[in-house]
């Protein structure tokens, strides 16, 4: 990545050379807002057509519909901002990606690097204040390093785990005379990310799998990064093997949803037949997922009696909270392949008969149907979250569209990982690390602009979606007929489930006061507002909003006291699962040390 | 993490860097953003020509979150090697120290003694102080500043430890 060749061409500015690497590296889009220190390139941005630039209305958004346009797309998602509240503004959305590992690079604006230090106006320590929200993090100090920085701050953010990577650009080195390079093909300096397994490993893992009698994969967020291919992979092996498969949050969409070997989601809201997989299994194989403490519950008692195979591209997360037997660094999609390879050429299956039995233990424990609600069907009747979600998923599924589903944070967020199927990878983007409330919106307008045509959802909350709500501008501005589908119950429904569960029912500061009138609000962004109040309008509303071809609210209003279950509650472990309401009563003890794991 | 239980042990780390503004910041965040001890941490440049720096960094901890100290610091972009000198074979490890003692009378003449046992060097004397110079390892330094505590010991500014392995291996 080092080698510089200076090409002999007529000197350019720093913006024109930075367009020009952002051009080679196959940037399409940039989302972004402007500000004095960027003004430089906001000039070049304007005298050119290659790249398209994207206003938002406000930075965070910015990144957040770069994670989404990346995450659907699997490629890099690019923003630019000003200096500092620009910057800092981003910050938010700069430790969403690196949580979720999503390729962005985000260029901010600089005082001029004379004025560096001197508290200067819209200055701020960005390198200092992005580090630890960032993979990796630039201060372009010479003109000459600039595209070469440019690439290798692609190549950091796309390569090994993705992430974030920020490139701070003082103003002077915008404006001066560049030296342009092309991205070099030697390897960098330093940073050098494995991806190929080591071969012992995989054997250990394959004799694993054919030792199992009660195996599971535990599938994450890495095999979506790893690309579409290691999600058909999965596949195969999971046909060829019979094994059963959960995914993580992340992980949505890498197993079809109506695959039989699905068993749901796992973890704290995940399903009873997931978790108690997990509990129960001898051999555990973890594909790109991190034993996150909302995946694990108490880890004392995290899955007792499996041999564990963790397949990770990130060495530091093996042994990070949980010990494995079969560690293996590399890239999902490869391992995938090479142990389904493996698993063919030497017929490592599982026995037959051990497996057999497995899956009938795993069908009893899907009898007890830990999903289910009760929806009454009587005219006039109050709207299930859960059902909401359920109808929107089937009426989208007969629309026959590819559907793109984006979330805000809360219980919304869980009923949509919960109820709303995903057959292909990267359809689903989600804030699972932070947890970032205002997700949804612009990451769905990130997802919009990459795929024009695509039916776009942020399935929100009240609450979350006022995080974001300026970006309705945005949606205007580019005409992007993104759906808004909130489920409306009037609380921050996660912090009331809490507060009833552990805090005695004091419901301090959770109820949504003096809510927007949302229909009013979408047409004065003129967009399409919605409202479903009873069980009567919402199918009408769901299929006027999917047929609407504009930027839509659709307002659910649910039942306010609707809590998400299944439920492993803090400190628990995947066996001790409350299944609903009626059976938390027998469970009412939760210690301090369960309670300061929420 | 269930690396709080078990027993520690100290380890003596070197990281070879590139020499570019902000590693360090990159590594001492990467200490105190994830809870990790530092009991001592040294950097300098070593080799120009390369533009790489060498930080030394002595910590404790139990070996699943040594593993971790070091499973996050080779994540680190600019960081080219990690080495856990205490768990890779025998090495040599050294602190430099400088000592102000003030004190006359008795007590400076047992300070002279207690410094000529330990082969401290006098960098700096008056009438009534001296400044020593003493290397070695940290437990050496840290018996002779008890030594010097009741003699007069005014004033200490200690390197941190450098290490190096012993023999033939390097881990440039």
Redesign the interface.
């Given at each position: 990545m080092n080698a510089v060749t200076p090409s002999a061409e007529l000197p350019l500015s720093g913006a024109q050379i930075l367009l020009r690497a952002l051009k080679e590296q196959g940037v399409e889009v940039i989302f972004g807002y402007p500000g004095g220190a960027v003004l430089p390139i906001y000039d070049a941005i304007f005298q050119q057509n290659a790249i398209r630039h994207i206003l938002v209305r406000h930075e965070q958004a910015a990144v957040h519909a770069a994670e989404g346009y990346a995450r659907s797309t699997g490629r890099v998602g690019v923003v630019l901002v000003t200096s500092g509240p620009g910057a800092t503004n981003a910050v938010t959305g700069l430790v969403d990606a690196l949580m979720d590992s999503i390729p962005v690079v985000c260029l901010t604006g600089q005082v001029p690097t004379h004025l560096i230090g001197n508290d200067a106006f819209q200055e701020a320590d960005t390198v200092g204040i992005t580090r630890p929200a960032t993979k990796h993090n630039y201060l372009v100090k010479k003109s000459g390093d600039l595209a070469r920085i440019v690439h290798e701050a692609f190549y950091v953010a796309r390569s090994g785990r993705p992430g974030p990577v920020v490139i701070d650009l003082p103003k002077d080195i915008l404006i001066n005379p560049a030296p342009y390079v092309e991205a070099s093909r030697e390897a960098h300096r330093s940073y050098r990310p494995r991806t190929e397994p080591d071969r012992a490993q995989i054997d250990k893992a394959v004799a694993l799998i054919r030792s199992a009698k009660r195996p599971i994969l535990y599938v994450g967020g890495g095999v979506i990064n790893a690309g579409p291919e290691a999600s058909a992979t999965l596949r195969e092996l999971v046909a060829e093997t019979g094994i059963p498969c959960t995914n993580t949050l992340m992980g949505l969409g890498t197993l079809p949803a109506s695959d039989p070997h699905f068993i749901g989601m796992l973890g704290m809201h995940g399903t009873y037949e997931a978790n108690m997989a997990m509990h129960g299994c001898d051999v555990m194989l973890n594909i790109g997922a991190r034993f996150d403490d909302r995946v694990t519950g108490r880890l004392s008692a995290f899955s007792p009696g499996s041999r564990k195979v963790h397949v990770d591209i990130d060495a530091s997360n093996i042994n990070k909270n949980v010990v494995v037997d079969v560690p293996i660094v590399g890239d999902a999609g490869v391992v995938l392949r090479a142990l389904l390879d493996a698993v063919r050429a030497e017929g490592a299956r599982p026995d037959r008969t051990a497996m057999a039995a497995w899956w009938r233990q795993i069908d009893a424990w899907r009898e007890k149907r830990s999903l289910d609600f009760v929806q009454p069907r009587e005219p006039g009747s109050i709207i299930k979250p859960q059902h909401a979600v359920r109808r929107l998923y089937e009426l989208t599924q007969q629309s026959g569209r590819d559907t793109f589903i984006t979330t805000e944070v809360g219980q919304h967020q869980m009923w949509a990982a919960q109820h709303f199927g995903f057959e292909r990878p990267n359809r689903w983007m989600t804030s699972g690390g932070l947890g970032t409330m205002g997700y949804g919106l612009p990451a769905a307008m990130g997802v919009q602009i990459a795929h024009p045509d695509a039916l776009v959802i942020d399935i929100a909350g009240e609450a979350s979606i006022l995080m974001n709500i300026q970006e309705m501008g945005t949606l205007a501005q580019y005409r992007l007929p993104v759906k808004v589908f909130i489920l409306n119950n009037q609380y921050m429904g996660m912090v009331r489930q809490w507060q009833e569960l552990l805090h005695g029912g004091r419901y301090s500061e959770s109820y949504s006061q003096s809510l927007p009138d949302f229909t009013k609000l979408a047409e004065s962004f003129h967009a399409v507002g919605m409202r479903a109040t009873t069980i009567d309008d919402l199918d009408r509303v769901i299929l006027e909003m999917i047929k609407c071809d504009r930027a839509v609210i659709a307002d659910i209003a649910v039942d306010q006291g609707e809590n998400v279950y299944p439920m492993i509650p803090s400190g628990a472990a995947h066996n001790e699962m409350l299944l609903g309401p009626d059976k938390s009563r027998n469970n009412a003890e939760v210690t301090n040390a369960g309670m300061v794991l929420v | 993490?269930?690396g709080e239980t078990g027993l520690t042990r100290s380890a003596t780390i070197a990281v070879l860097?590139?020499n570019e503004?902000?590693v360090l910041?990159?590594v001492i965040?990467l200490f105190s953003?994830r809870g990790y001890n530092i009991d001592s941490l040294t950097v300098a440049a070593i080799d120009e020509d390369r533009g790489r720096s060498r930080i030394t960094v002595a910590t404790r901890g139990t070996e699943?979150v040594i593993?971790?100290i070091k499973?996050?610091l080779?994540?680190i972009?600019?960081?080219?090697r990690v080495a856990d000198l205490t768990a890779e074979g025998p090495h040599v490890a050294r602190e430099l120290a400088l000592i102000k003692v003030v004190a006359t009378g008795e007590p400076r003449g047992q300070a002279l003694q207690i410094a000529d046992a330990f082969r401290a060097k006098i960098v700096d004397t008056t009438i009534e102080s001296f400044v020593f110079e003493l290397t070695g390892s940290t437990d050496k330094i840290d018996a002779f500043l008890d030594l010097m505590r009741p003699l007069g010991l005014a004033e200490i500014s200690r390197s941190g430890v450098a290490a190096i392995a012993r023999g033939t291996r390097t881990i440039i």
């Open positions: - | 993490m269930s860097v590139e503004a902000g910041a990159r965040g953003g699943q593993e971790q499973a996050q080779n994540r972009v600019p960081v080219h």
